[in-house]
């Protein structure tokens, strides 16, 4: 159960963040290239490397964006973080279908599935509508809001699973 809440709540935060995605050009203005196109291209080449090499998680990622561009005035250098959080995504993505399956009796790997994917439909559109309302869209300080909300996330769900793995 705790496994199916985690996932629900990164699927309620991930929403915030897709929302967002289209807006990085606003939130990172003065750049040449447009910023959507190049983080879209960034996110493709991090779910294939994270495909492949699938052995971390994190979500520590995001969070420096924001500064990397105030910084820097960057789009390309922002991009880097956002190839390494879906990267990461497609890792957390694999080891968590992994791990449901090895855990789940071959007879109820069908149900499981079922309701894993029926509640991250219904999480994603809530999560897109609770960050459109509370979040200028235009930020550039939203992924740092979203790598935080990742982190704390993973934090509490490692936390939960050693209290209950020690009983």
Do not use: W
């Amino acid at each position: 159960m705790t496994y199916y809440l985690f996932s629900s709540i990164v699927n309620f935060i991930i929403a915030g963040y897709n929302l967002t995605l289209p807006f990085s050009t606003y939130a990172f203005p003065h750049c040449k290239f447009k910023t959507y196109a190049i983080f879209l291209t960034a996110e493709a080449i991090g779910g294939l490397v994270g495909a492949l090499i699938s052995t971390f998680i994190s979500g520590l990622v995001l969070v420096p964006s924001s500064k990397i561009f105030l910084f820097s005035n960057s789009a390309i250098l922002v991009s880097i973080c956002i190839a390494a959080f879906n990267l990461l995504l497609s890792i957390y993505n694999i080891q968590f279908m992994t791990f449901i399956q090895m855990m789940t009796d071959r007879n109820h790997i069908g149900r499981v599935f079922g309701i894993i994917f029926s509640i991250a439909i219904i999480f994603m559109p809530l999560g897109t509508f609770f960050f459109q309302a509370i979040l200028d869209l235009k930020s550039i300080y939203n992924y740092l809001l979203f790598g935080k909300l990742l982190i704390i996330t993973a934090s509490i769900a490692i936390v939960i699973n050693i209290f209950i793995s020690n009983d």
